[in-house]
Each structure stands twice: as C-alpha cells, then as structure tokens.
C-alpha cells in the first residue's frame, strides 16, 4: 500500500458499491435494472427512466479517450509528488464515461481516441481504478 496525501474518494452509499469493488480489484458499472442500461457516476435513481433498482455489472473496463490534459507544474495541494500526471474522460465501451488518470508507459502521450484498459493502484488504504494505453496504442 502507497501513503498519499492527496485527496481520496469518500464514497456515499450510492457509489459504495464500486468501491467494494474496486478494492478488490473489479471493475464495475452501475446498471439499471429497469432498463437494463449501464450507469456512471453512480447515482440514487436511472437518469434514463427514473427506475431505482440499481445495481452492479462487471465491466472488461476498456475504452478510448474522449479528452486528455497532462499536469507538468503547478499541481493542486497533495499532488505535488506525482508530477506529471495524466487525466482523461474515458468513454468505456459500455458507453458510458468517466474520469480517471492514464498511468504507465507511454501515459504523457495519450491522445484523443486512444484504446486503454482498467489498471487498480492502492492510495492510502483506498484502491483507485486508473487506465494504461493498450499495448498497441504505447507501441506506436
């Protein structure tokens, strides 16, 4: 387990489901069993069809970048040992989106429409589900 400084998720009991998880190094997504649709951020009702029985599908965690921003000076309070770090809106291909960092090699040249997959790193007691560019994507 790495210490870390920086802030770390405090999940509701919307979203504790995720971070269960995740702390077992699964990747899920919020599903709406009303209509069966994928949900992210994790939310109390489907923004979908309003329908509130919600719950959990396992997800392969693989998407592309739909933007990307690299942080080089200038970090926010307790990020200053990470310098430089990558953060990127993935779009799964479930089709839904969130936002997390790229980490590994090749992570400071992520672009837009790059394929990544789900990677887990321990944070303080809190394991985080960041994204590494696929192979074929570092290899070019």
């Given at each position: 387990m790495t210490n870390s400084s920086r802030p770390l998720p405090q999940p509701s009991r919307w979203s504790a489901g995720y971070w269960e998880a995740a702390a077992e190094r699964r990747f899920v997504v919020q599903e709406c069993r009303s209509c069966d649709r994928p949900i992210m951020y994790p939310k109390?009702?489907?923004p979908h069809c309003l329908g509130d029985d919600l719950g959990w599908r396992a997800?392969?965690?693989k998407g592309e970048i739909y933007a990307?921003?690299?942080?080089l000076a200038g970090p926010p309070?307790?990020?200053a040992d990470r310098l430089p770090y990558v953060v990127a809106i993935i779009r799964l291909d479930e089709g839904?989106?969130?936002m997390s960092n790229i980490v590994g090699d090749g992570a400071l040249e992520a672009r837009?429409?790059?394929r990544v997959s789900v990677g887990f790193e321990d944070a303080g007691g809190t394991v985080l589900p960041v994204f590494r560019?696929?192979?074929s994507e570092v290899a070019r």
């Open positions: 109390r009702v489907c997800s392969p965690g990307v921003t690299a942080q309070t307790g990020f839904v989106q969130l837009i429409g790059d560019l696929d192979e």
